[in-house]
């Protein structure tokens, strides 16, 4: 349940402005200064204007700034949720396991497997209904990154902030991610047995611990399917690594050669055998995961029993306040300094 939205999101894009209006200003008081300071001598020229302020002027343009960016939001009418009511769903709970080892970060699937990954799972938490979504990420180990959830919006910005940074024991334990999902299914609020279960693995297959077939079997038994989406390609690519988000080169072997990541096509399709599930192959034009949503939708859907708000309440005058107040600021604060500061023309107070 969305608790907060905004009504026209559409309009926020306008805020993209906002740091080219600050590029432009620099550069027009970098302007003015040169200009000033052509004249004459420097110190001569602050002494004939010793009341321009460029504190007070880069104020001034922050409040505009402020104004402006308030108003954009304003436009965007933020809403929050008034009045609750239960409504009833159809769908099945699924987890999405995500492979976040370093060798996602191979670009052979562009712009990288991860990130690729990310944005499909992005635009399938978009089609999602009635469904309850939950989100694992793995490499060496397994972690719950969002319990299973009707909040879409919640999986969404999860799964944003999901990186290579989050676990430290590197590696690719596909059996732990399974595992990790089974659990996830069986501590569940709702626990439905009737209700269909699904685990989508979107990783390149390369599994350094056994047990991955082992537990695709339990989870068959428990009723639960499992769809593996392969993220590579058979050439395969070296493995980037950043430092401050520059790529300062490429992961070596201990004998000095670039290694070269290769998904694991035959683990990933024997999983989804085991597990009545289904292998696609992702590629740089299709991800895989439509394919996926195809096969889940054929799937029997029970009810589902949540909670959504109904009603919602505008909040764009907060913001429309909040922009009027500080052009009123803007309008009240001076470009000069303090009239105390007397002009010194003709008296060097150095001497």
Do not use: C
């Amino acid at each position: 349940m969305d608790i907060f939205r905004f009504e026209h999101p559409e309009y926020l894009y306008g805020l993209i402005i906002v740091p080219f209006l600050w590029i432009a200003w620099i550069v027009i008081i970098r302007l003015q200064k040169k200009n000033w300071l052509s004249f004459g001598d420097k110190a001569l020229v602050t002494r004939l204007i010793p009341r321009v302020s460029y504190r007070l002027k880069n104020w001034k343009f922050l409040l505009i700034i402020i104004a402006i960016s308030s108003l954009f939001v304003a436009i965007s009418n933020p809403q929050i949720g008034s009045k609750l009511e239960k409504v009833q769903r159809k769908g099945i709970d699924m987890i999405i396991a995500v492979d976040i080892s370093n060798s996602m970060l191979a670009e052979d699937i562009k712009p990288s497997r991860l990130s690729r990954a990310k944005r499909e799972i992005s635009k399938l938490v978009d089609k999602l209904e009635g469904d309850r979504i939950g989100i694992i990420v793995f490499a060496g180990k397994a972690y719950t990154q969002l319990p299973i959830t009707t909040d879409y919006s919640a999986a969404k910005m999860f799964l944003s902030s999901v990186s290579t940074d989050f676990i430290s024991t590197q590696g690719t334990s596909i059996s732990s991610a399974i595992e990790m999902a089974r659990t996830t299914f069986e501590n569940s609020e709702d626990k439905n047995s009737d209700r269909n279960k699904a685990i989508i693995i979107i990783t390149d297959g390369e599994d350094h611990e056994d047990g991955a077939l082992e537990q695709a079997k339990k989870a068959a038994e428990e009723g639960i399917k499992i769809y593996t989406i392969g993220m590579g390609t058979v050439k395969g690519a070296p493995i980037p690594i950043f430092r401050n988000d520059v790529r300062i080169g490429y992961k070596k072997d201990r004998e000095g050669h670039t290694v070269i990541s290769r998904f694991n096509e035959s683990l990933l399709r024997s999983i989804a055998e085991n597990a009545d599930g289904k292998y696609v192959r992702a590629s740089n034009n299709n991800a895989g995961l439509k394919v996926i949503l195809g096969e889940i939708n054929k799937m029997n859907k029970t009810e589902i029993e949540t909670q959504t708000f109904k009603d919602y309440e505008s909040r764009f005058q907060i913001f429309t306040a909040i922009a009027i107040l500080f052009l009123i600021l803007e309008l009240l604060l001076g470009e000069r300094k303090s009239i105390n500061k007397r002009f010194d023309l003709f008296n060097n107070r150095n001497n």
